[in-house]
């Protein structure tokens, strides 16, 4: 077909023969090879006579190339366009992420020279182009080409075996030293230092507080007389001061009037993070330690503090010991200090964000409450309500204030004035002093301040019908803030109850998922963005990522629809999909795929976020893709197309959307 | 009867390397899967559109064996045109006048190119066009046509985006260019130089192991199921 005219330099002699082998190799493969190593080396004679033996062929994304143990390799890959990944996966299926592969590497080297099958699964995570070596030539090349044997079997030994975060990690935060990691790579069990001491229900507090002193310990489990397996409760150095010693208790009294019952229990297994987070969220010391149903030792808040230096812990005692409310104001600033301390040690971002919540809760809790000593007890019952990515768990740093105030329904006009007068007053200073804090006011004005959303129950209930009943775009904006709330302080059953009345009201209103499940789906993956980036080399494409709305929102709107649609009551997205995908409302496949997306998204966010405090910035959410590796842009690239896959389950679930 | 009609319009006899061409394809099995064919993926370039009065002056051409790209077998030649002047070629392709004199006349390069494909299938972009022009020159130079049968990357480039725009969101937008460059740029093929017959013709056949490949991965295995998804287009436009 004729072409238009082009630009185009003059072009080679016409060949005039009639053979037909004489056409020369394209340039196309000798071109590849002559820019990458260590092919560079060869001289143009021998690069020809290799590309004439080259085939081209193509995998679409998802191709599994080589599978590790089985596939005998008769050629070398060269990646041409595209990439791939390599894994290995262990007796019990666990998946470890290998390497990622891109343009100019090769895939088989290993194998080919070791006359094995393939060592490791490799698997095509883009559509990609591969020049195919006949292994012939490979083995001639590293027999006979010096240096070649040098630069394959020199990269094999230095190949670094990371994981997809660690490298992640080690991209983004300077490591301190390897103690940091204690938090993380230390189970519970291994702070265990003696087994279990114990003593039963029936026995006298002197009895239990000899055993202490034997034992040289500060706490000693309780149980159940007729079976000493059975753990009832704990006794610790401070029952026996405050409710022995302090209250004037008779010491033949049997240990279980002063014990705590139920011991809180940790799987030994877990890390010692996880431990820390049980015992801040619920206000405790000691865990009981647990293998296989036995309870196996106790560990301490004073064991796991030892572990670190700038802990979370230190700030939670601090924030709980504060007697005023502007000594809470540094307080909150150090948040952003030991959450760094937190990437660095490599917690997962949903354990940051579950940090954050709880640090922030905290300081909540205890402005809270010595806002109320201050201005006297509340006229009824309330309830402070977290909205938005407070109410769901999942903020980074200094989130906009989303709150509310719920209250019980006055029971007359005299008590109504009486409501409306202190909570319009309390909600004023609550805000001032959380501004503070450091958290600023949120431009929407959803706060409790706003009269409108400082309301007793029965006003919340109407609320949330008439957005139900009648989705217009700003009643739509608003469930997507509101409908995450969560209890922050006070009357949780508040909570619960308007929570109950929205799972009534929704379960109703099919009409209202679709709504949202449209409002959902018109944000789509922001695939074509990242693949033109990946293409375009030339950083033309300097436009970045929001990766709050078009990487992050839309898994939050999958859950929370869903979640609104099976009544699951949890407002935080991880958990929300989880309680999803264990009643069966999405596949196992799709609640961990989704999961990996959104923890990776997350982690890059807090990453990003901590660097800009660190310059100085504002934290936001823009991202930079130029500044991203090539591991964090193929993760990025796996992260978006499970929206797709979300989506998918939307349409199914609402198919007029 | 054949041998009447050829009289009439004082035809050659056909040409040996025609009839040979004839015998590879008189069995034709379009049963086969895909892996078992061989085939030519090539591209002329023309000195206009005219279907009776322009010429070929150049073919490019790459085979594919086992589904894969053999850059190692190509087919390039540049061909001296008989009427037009060669002055013309220069403003539509930039080849000097000098390198359409020095170059062979259809006569000596069409047998070759015919042995070239040998068995197997011909393959362009909208390869419609490049078969009219190399049959009209068939006919005159070997007294008949090629009997290799041609599969267009066009046609299966629009059932590939038809089948997959259906998959995913229903409707399907058809208002997109299907022009090689367009094509190769969507699906973020490698990319090669236009206006050159061989770089086109590699360009063609990347973008036919591309769709090849995902056609296979969407379950079609043999060259039958492969014709019938570009022709249930054919009820659509």
Redesign the interface.
């Known amino acids: 077909m004729i072409k238009s005219s082009g630009t185009k330099g003059p072009l080679p002699a016409p060949a005039a023969g009639k053979s037909v082998s004489r056409a020369a190799p394209p340039e196309v493969v000798v071109e590849f090879l002559r820019n990458i190593m260590p092919f560079n080396e060869l001289d143009e004679e021998r690069l020809r006579q290799l590309a004439r033996h080259v085939r081209v062929d193509f995998y679409p994304r998802g191709t599994r190339l080589l599978t590790a143990g089985e596939t005998e390799l008769t050629h070398l890959f060269l990646i041409q366009q595209g990439g791939v990944r390599s894994y290995i996966v262990d007796d019990e299926g666990e998946v470890t992420l290998k390497d990622y592969r891109g343009e100019g590497s090769y895939i088989g080297a290993l194998p080919i020279i070791r006359g094995t099958p393939a060592n490791l699964n490799v698997e095509t995570v883009e559509d990609t182009f591969c020049f195919l070596l006949p292994r012939e030539d490979f083995l001639d090349l590293i027999e006979n080409q010096p240096g070649f044997a040098q630069y394959y079997l020199k990269n094999f030994s230095e190949k670094i075996v990371n994981t997809a975060y660690t490298e992640l990690r080690r991209h983004r935060m300077g490591r301190r030293s390897d103690e940091d990691l204690l938090l993380f790579s230390l189970q519970v069990g291994d702070l265990v230092k003696q087994p279990p001491r114990a003593v039963p229900a029936d026995a006298t507090v002197q009895e239990a507080a000899r055993a202490m002193a034997e034992y040289r310990i500060g706490s000693i489990l309780v149980y159940r007389p007729e079976n000493a397996k059975e753990i009832v409760g704990i006794v610790t150095d401070r029952d026996l001061r405050n409710k022995v010693i302090a209250a004037g208790l008779e010491y033949s009294e049997p240990v279980a009037r002063i014990m705590s019952s139920p011991v809180i229990r940790v799987l030994s297994r877990a890390v010692c993070f996880d431990a820390l987070l049980k015992m801040m969220s619920s206000s405790i010391h000691h865990l009981a330690v647990e293998q296989k149903d036995q309870v196996v030792g106790v560990v301490t808040s004073h064991d796991i503090m030892l572990l670190q230096g700038n802990s979370p812990y230190l700030l939670f005692k601090e924030i709980g010991k504060q007697r005023s409310i502007e000594g809470l104001y540094p307080l909150s600033r150090r948040i952003p200090d030991i959450i760094r301390n937190l990437v660095i040690e490599g917690a997962k971002s949903s354990n940051i964000a579950r940090m954050i919540s709880i640090l922030n809760d905290n300081i909540l809790t205890r402005l809270l409450t010595l806002l109320e000593e201050e201005m006297g007890p509340p006229p009824v019952d309330y309830c402070w309500l977290l909205l938005g990515s407070e109410g769901r768990r999942e903020q980074t740093f200094k989130t906009d204030q989303d709150n509310a105030i719920i209250y019980s329904d006055p029971a007359d006009e005299a008590e109504r004035l009486a409501a409306e007068d202190y909570f319009v007053r309390f909600a004023r200073q609550a805000i001032d002093h959380l501004v503070k804090c450091g958290y600023p006011l949120c431009p929407g004005e959803i706060m409790a301040v706003n009269p409108r959303w400082c309301q007793p129950l029965s006003t919340w209930k109407r609320y949330f019908s008439s957005w139900v009943e009648a989705p217009e775009p700003e009643e739509l904006l608003h469930a997507t803030i509101f409908f995450d709330f969560r209890a922050g302080y006070g009357k949780t059953s508040l909570a619960d109850e308007l929570r109950a009345h929205l799972n009534r009201i929704t379960g109703r209103q099919e009409i209202y998922l679709l709504h949202m499940a449209r409002e959902c789906m018109a944000t789509r993956a922001p695939l074509s963005f990242f693949k033109n980036f990946i293409v375009e080399k030339d950083g033309e494409h300097r436009n970045k990522l929001d990766i709050k709305r078009q990487g992050l929102t839309p898994f939050v709107n999958f859950a929370r629809i869903l979640a609104l649609r099976y009544s699951v009551n949890e407002t935080n997205t991880l958990a929300r999909l989880h309680v999803l995908a264990d009643e069966g409302h999405i596949s196992r496949d799709l609640w961990s795929a989704a999961n990996a997306a959104y923890e990776m998204q997350m982690q890059l966010r807090i990453i990003h976020q901590l660097n800009q405090i660190d310059r100085g910035e504002e934290p936001d959410n823009y991202i930079d893709p130029g500044q991203l590796s090539d591991l964090e842009k193929r993760m990025l690239r796996d992260a978006f197309e499970v929206i797709d896959r979300l989506h998918g389950v939307l349409k199914v679930l609402f198919p007029v959307v | 009867m054949a041998a009447f009609f050829r009289s009439l319009f004082r035809l050659p006899a056909p040409h040996p390397v025609l009839l040979e061409n004839r015998e590879l394809f008189r069995d034709f099995d379009q049963g086969r899967p895909l892996g078992e064919y061989t085939f030519v993926v090539c591209?002329?370039?023309?000195t206009?559109?005219n279907r009776r009065r322009?010429e070929i002056i150049?073919i490019g051409a790459?085979r594919l064996?086992?589904?894969?790209?053999?850059?190692?077998?190509?087919?390039?030649?540049?061909i001296r045109p008989r009427n037009t002047d060669p002055n013309q070629a220069t403003?539509?392709?930039?080849?000097?006048p000098e390198?359409?004199r020095?170059?062979?006349s259809i006569e000596?390069v069409l047998p070759?190119f015919v042995?070239?494909c040998g068995d197997a299938l011909l393959v362009g972009?909208?390869v419609a066009?490049?078969m009219h022009f190399l049959n009209r020159a068939a006919r005159r130079v070997l007294g008949g046509t090629l009997s290799n049968p041609g599969i267009d990357t066009m046609r299966l480039a629009r059932a590939y985006k038809e089948a997959r725009c259906r998959d995913?969101y229903g409707y399907c937008d058809q208002s997109m260019s299907y022009n090689l460059d367009d094509l190769s740029r969507e699906?973020?093929?490698?990319r090669?130089?236009?206006?050159?017959a061989?770089?086109?013709a590699?360009q063609t056949?990347?973008l036919f192991?591309?769709l090849?490949?995902?056609f296979r991965?969407g379950g079609i295995r043999t060259l039958k199921e492969l014709y019938r998804s570009g022709r249930t287009l054919d009820r659509i436009f």
């Open positions: 591209d002329t370039e023309l206009g559109l322009d150049s790459v064996r086992d589904l894969q790209i053999v850059p190692g077998e190509t087919f390039h030649r540049y403003l539509i392709h930039r080849i000097t390198q359409l020095d170059a062979p000596d070759d042995r070239f972009h909208f066009i490049d995913y699906f973020h093929l490698p090669f130089k236009p206006h050159d061989l770089e086109d590699l056949a990347y192991l591309f090849l490949k995902k991965h």
